[in-house]
């Protein structure tokens, strides 16, 4: 026999109240982590005044970044399973758990930073270590997204951005190349040309639910691979 419509209905209306609250709890717990622990190491690096700025972008970018991604597949995942277990089973939470192991990835390396600068040789630059260290999660994302994508012309854009950076960034370190105000100018011109580009894949690949999170974070890589540049330059030519 069914259950009666009244059972039904306590039943659906714990399972939202349920849903609600434990998509506020991740949303405030992956927020919380997820500004905190970066913030705490970038105080360490290089103190607090320099990191405020540091600290506001992760106010600004973190809660929409993390929290509300983490909430909305918590939410949906218990809405859409059937029992208890059937949650942990579910889309949503798979999806929690393959956001923060990408995430623990970039904390890791974030504290190999700290480790290193601590206790490794004095004779190592601060900027090579960041340099060095942070290109091995760079590297797992790029494996990463290309097993999920292979070949598509927008890996190899975001990819030949990345390595742009990369090659830019260790010529200025290493001092046998220091960009010019004709170099800027292109560089503004082209990541106009990116922001355009990859905006309008991005775009494509959300609505066709194309976009694993590998491949965001590649996004985010390759479009945050000019102004980083940028950084880099104006950091060289006030030093």
């Not at 975001?158 to 220091?178: D, G, K, P, R, Y």
Request: proline letters at 5%; a positive charge; aromatic letters at 16%.
């Amino acid at each position: 026999m069914s259950e009666p419509p009244s059972d039904r209905t306590d039943v659906s209306t714990k399972k939202l109240a349920f849903a609600i609250v434990a998509s506020l709890l991740v949303f405030l717990l992956t927020t919380y982590l997820g500004m905190i622990i970066p913030f705490a190491i970038c105080v360490e690096i290089i103190g607090f005044k320099k990191s405020r700025t540091f600290g506001l972008i992760l106010l600004l970018i973190i809660p929409f970044l993390i929290g509300l991604p983490c909430a909305w597949a918590v939410f949906r995942g218990i809405k859409q399973s059937e029992g208890f277990l059937d949650i942990f089973r579910s889309a949503g939470f798979r999806f929690v758990g393959r956001l923060l192991r990408a995430v623990s990835v970039w904390v890791i390396s974030l504290l190999g930073v700290i480790c290193l600068s601590k206790f490794g040789p004095a004779s190592w630059p601060l900027k090579w270590v960041i340099f060095g260290t942070f290109n091995i999660p760079v590297l797992i994302t790029l494996i990463r997204s290309y097993r999920l994508t292979e070949k598509q012309w927008d890996w190899c854009f975001l990819t030949f951005l990345i390595l742009h950076a990369n090659v830019v960034i260790a010529l200025m370190f290493s001092e046998a190349w220091l960009p010019d105000i004709h170099f800027i100018r292109g560089l503004i011109f082209g990541q106009t040309f990116v922001l355009v580009t990859l905006g309008s894949c991005f775009l494509y690949r959300s609505f066709k639910r194309q976009m694993s999170i590998p491949l965001f974070v590649h996004y985010g890589l390759g479009i945050w691979a000019s102004p980083l540049v940028f950084y880099a330059v104006f950091t060289q030519w006030v030093v």
